[in-house]
């Protein structure tokens, strides 16, 4: 029988985050006495998230949390019905907030650059209280070279922007650069501006886009000023999901 290791990840990563309840939580129980410790890659997958949330406090310096902000992201993570939109359970989204956690706690913590920490603590924030919105649907995006890379995109009907975040994305190939792409039925359009990685670090913040139109997503390297009418994935680096309705 195979082992669904993606789902695996996703039980996992709500365990660190104590977010889990009722089958969700007796499937990670047996996963964690019966699986786990047979298996090399979840005990990696595992560890990983338990060094993610023992690094969190030491990411950014200690300051005061706005008021309004703790109480949307924990409102979200306990009052999201467990299917949304794109038919994500609460699991998922815990997956996905984990993976975000992670991407900026290892990309902040010790980097010696604080202005840039600073920074991206502050944008990282916007990003955790954009999940925690009702009807908000993360979507990781895969890697279609199987190299580095992780990106997730954060959307919603009642939110009004579209955030796209990554770490460890390597720069596209010289004379390219990104571009994000939605699309519907085949048919695809260019979403905001092409970019590049700073530092490895993704962070695109997107106003007035309609996901609900489309389902699915690619990330490609297209040639500079080159204004292509779909995704070139030929290209060294590319990352797609599809967003089900």
Known sequence: MSVDHERIEELLAGYVLLSLSGEDAIEADRLLSEHVPTC?????????????????PLAAPAARVPDLVLPRIHRG????????????SRVAVAASVAALVGMAGFSISLSGRASKAEERSG??????SAIGQPGASPVSLRSQSGGAGGLVEVSGPTLERMYLYGEDVPDPAPGYEYQLWLGSGGTFLPIGDPFRPEDGIVLLELLNVDTSR????????????????????GGAHS????LAA
Request: charged share 25%.
């Open 214 to 233: 489309f389902d699915e997503i690619w990330i490609t390297e297209e040639l500079e000023g080159s204004h292509p009418s779909a995704p070139s994935v």
């Open 77 to 88: 993570m306990t009052d999201t019905p467990a299917r949304g939109r794109r038919g994500m």
């Open 40 to 56: 090399p890659m979840c005990r990696e997958t595992l560890a990983g998230f338990q060094a993610v949330v023992g690094e969190l």
């Open 239 to 242: 990352w797609h999901n599809m």
């Open 123 to 128: 944008r990282l924030l916007d990003v955790l």
